[in-house]
């Protein structure tokens, strides 16, 4: 086979390419737009064939924008985006559980006789009808330019009157179209666009006890993850992943059965335990008997405002009310309950340790252990928040979640501010998820050196964690972030 059909294989694996006449209309009837949907799940998420640089035409330029309500993997609504050049480009956008009051705001419809009041179809509405008219037209390698434009157009501050889950559903759609239109895989379009130098694979954090407002037992602390530092590459990280979460699995079930084996919106177990403790204690029998001792650490996500009181307190027994108070914790004594769990177990990452308004806590902890503290809902991926986190010294890493901040733009320049003050980057997802697998390409292209998308379990996380081997397959020698994932 020539090489150029062996590449164009690659990167198109099931489909050739649409040449559609010129009569084709900028939104096509359903037989063609059915093909080139097939085409757009293959080619805007995996990597477009090489091809000459373009000039300013057509083929850069918004056609039409078209939004849907679809569902998340929570049932949920969420808002979907097609948006078309000379192609189809289609993202989806993902929804919390957990949120920060300091998150763009995610519109919903409030109409509770309809899904609950989580329609999304006024979010939909706003892309339709006022921002689809606006981008007709523009150069969709613009990302900055692009995003302006819809800042612009919402004119809050906090994306409100829009709505943030409006705004990213354009702006992924854009940035695929921009790497589309480049002739260059996704990953590669982010890296222009971030002024990375290096690609590096991330360090998969895999959550594999959930807790908190992600599950139905009584863990207050909402994730236990493990991270393969010891692997050699992406591949093998996933394999040792998915290894120890079936040998945890086993445990689980030998020590509380079979129901206890059920899992939680990202996947991971969710035991009936109530003891943080017992939580790192499983994961440590689990790591043994893969044997992967030494070679995968801990890591865990708290998402302490989950559990914060309204006398400044911390309730470990939150989700039991009302309590005895016996679970209930100041800050300083959570703080020496972090200190002995990262004495007893290999934690290498604590996020969202304390609430996000609790700067003197975070700041006290930061100055007493040497390892990585993450801001979730503490910065909510917002570089004014990050600003005044760098000057607190609060933390030393950015949870980065494309949908707190609400553009592809901000969120570069989030990672980017987080760089410059010598932080790490964990690129996340979120626990109403769909298929879209936009931040793997994310985590590479900023080499952010870490993603956290769930368990090695449920497809809409495993849609990631698989892109990711594509990616790195793709690369060949491309460097894997291991031990050096805080500062790849």
């Known amino acids: 086979m020539a090489l150029t059909n062996q590449i164009n294989l ?5 489909f050739p390419r649409l040449s559609p006449p010129p009569s084709t209309p900028a939104f096509p009837g359903p037989h063609l737009l059915s093909r080139k949907i097939r085409l757009a799940s293959v080619r805007c998420s995996v990597a477009a064939a090489p091809s000459p640089a373009v000039t300013a035409s057509n083929e850069c330029k918004v056609k039409s924008v078209k939004a849907r309500q679809i569902i998340d993997s929570r049932g949920n609504p969420t808002v979907e985006v097609d948006l078309i050049t000379d192609d189809l480009y289609r993202s989806a956008v993902p929804s919390g559980a957990s949120t920060g009051v300091y998150e763009a705001l995610e519109l919903r419809d409030g109409d509770k006789s309809v899904y609950g009041g989580k329609g999304v179809l006024n979010a939909v509405k706003n892309i339709n009808e006022t921002l689809a008219p606006k981008l007709v037209g523009v150069d969709v390698r613009n990302q900055a330019e692009v995003d302006a434009i819809m800042l612009e157009i919402d004119g809050t501050p906090n994306k409100s009157k829009l709505g943030a889950n409006a705004i990213l559903g354009v702006s992924l759609s854009v940035c695929r179209a921009g790497a589309g239109t480049k002739g260059m895989p996704l990953y590669r379009h982010i890296q222009e666009l971030s002024r990375t130098k290096e690609l590096v694979m991330p360090v998969p954090a895999f959550n594999v006890i959930n807790g908190g407002s992600h599950a139905g037992n009584n863990l207050a602390m909402q994730e ?34 079979q129901d206890a084996c059920n899992v939680g919106d990202e996947g991971g177990f969710a035991p009936n335990v109530q003891d943080n403790r017992e939580g790192l204690v499983l994961l440590m029998d689990a790591i043994e008997k893969a044997g992967y001792t030494g070679k995968i650490k801990i890591g865990m996500d708290v998402a302490a405002s989950e559990f914060f009181t309204k006398d400044g307190k911390y309730d470990l027994n939150f989700k ?27 934690i290498v990452s604590v996020e969202d340790p304390f609430d996000q308004d609790d700067w003197s806590s975070w700041s006290s902890l930061q100055s007493s252990v040497d390892i990585q503290l993450v801001g979730d809902d503490l910065l909510v991926t917002n570089p004014k928040r990050i600003a005044e986190a760098i000057q607190q010294k609060a933390c030393n890493a950015l949870l980065l979640k494309l949908n707190q901040i609400g553009t592809v733009t901000e969120s570069i320049q989030a990672a980017l501010d987080s760089k410059a003050a010598g932080w790490g980057i964990m690129v996340s997802h979120r626990s109403g998820e769909t298929e879209d697998n936009f931040i793997a ?18 497809s809409e996380r495993l849609a990631k964690y698989n892109q990711l081997l594509r990616i790195e397959e793709e690369l060949g020698n491309v460097r894997y972030a ?3 994932f805080r500062s790849p």
């Open 10 to 14: 690659l990167h198109r694996p099931f």
């Open 224 to 257: 236990f993850m493990i991270l393969p530092v010891g692997a050699t590459s992406f591949a093998e990280a996933l394999r040792m992943g998915s290894e120890v979460y079936h040998m945890l699995k086993g445990i689980i079930k030998a020590k509380y059965g």
């Open 320 to 346: 039991k009310q009302p309590n005895d108070g016996a679970h209930v914790r100041s800050a300083q004594s959570l703080g020496e309950l972090y200190k002995e769990f990262i004495k007893d177990f290999p």
């Open 441 to 458: 390409d994310l985590s590479v292209g900023l080499a952010s050196g870490q993603i956290k998308t769930g368990a090695p379990c449920r």
């Open 482 to 484: 291991g031990e050096a």
